[in-house]
């Protein structure tokens, strides 16, 4: 990771976390997914600090803050990275291809893509209150704002 002290001094504080993110190597990203990390967490610098600082988790949940994709019924809400926020939903949260469907959570603003091989898992969910109502909208790839 970047030396971010010596970034804020010289750029100013706001060019941290995308120093941050530009120095997440597409090597990084891929020992990642085979290990089983998601493609959105592996290419987010929080899930990357929580790995140099030895916790078993990303920053976002060892700060007790609530992130994750479609199986935490969220999209991803902590997210720092360098893909942008609108590309979510055109690219698998699992595998990162190319989506076949977004996914929409009922009361979650933004969507994440999920590509025919990983639907499953949107299927296979049920929600954390056993009293709610899952809402849960897979929506075509003519749907999914580009």
């Given at each position: 990771?970047?030396?971010?002290?010596?970034?804020?001094?010289?750029?100013?504080?706001?060019?941290?976390?995308?120093?941050?993110?530009?120095?997440?190597?597409?090597?990084?990203?891929r020992?990642?997914?085979?290990?089983?990390?998601?493609?959105?967490?592996?290419?987010?610098?929080?899930?990357?600090?929580?790995?140099?600082?030895?916790?078993?988790?990303?920053?976002?949940?060892?700060?007790?803050?609530?992130?994750?994709?479609?199986?935490?019924?969220?999209?991803?809400?902590?997210?720092?990275?360098?893909?942008?926020?609108?590309?979510?939903?055109?690219?698998?949260?699992?595998?990162?291809r190319?989506?076949?469907?977004?996914?929409?959570?009922?009361?979650?603003?933004?969507?994440?893509?999920?590509?025919?091989?990983?639907?499953?898992?949107?299927?296979?969910?049920?929600?954390?209150?056993?009293?709610?109502?899952?809402?849960?909208?897979?929506?075509?790839?003519?749907?999914?704002?580009?």
């Amino acid at each position: 990771m970047p030396d971010e002290k010596r970034i804020a001094e010289r750029l100013g504080p706001q060019f941290v976390g995308a120093a941050r993110a530009a120095s997440i190597t597409t090597e990084m990203v891929r020992s990642a997914r085979e290990k089983g990390v998601g493609y959105i967490c592996a290419n987010c610098v929080k899930f990357w600090w929580g790995i140099e600082k030895g916790h078993a988790q990303c920053k976002a949940l060892f700060e007790r803050t609530k992130c994750g994709g479609p199986m935490a019924e969220l999209a991803f809400p902590q997210y720092e990275g360098l893909i942008p926020r609108e590309k979510f939903p055109t690219l698998c949260f699992v595998c990162g291809r190319e989506a076949d469907a977004a996914v929409h959570i009922h009361g979650v603003e933004d969507m994440v893509g999920v590509c025919k091989e990983h639907e499953e898992y949107i299927h296979a969910m049920r929600p954390h209150d056993p009293n709610e109502k899952q809402e849960i909208i897979l929506k075509t790839r003519m749907e999914v704002p580009t």
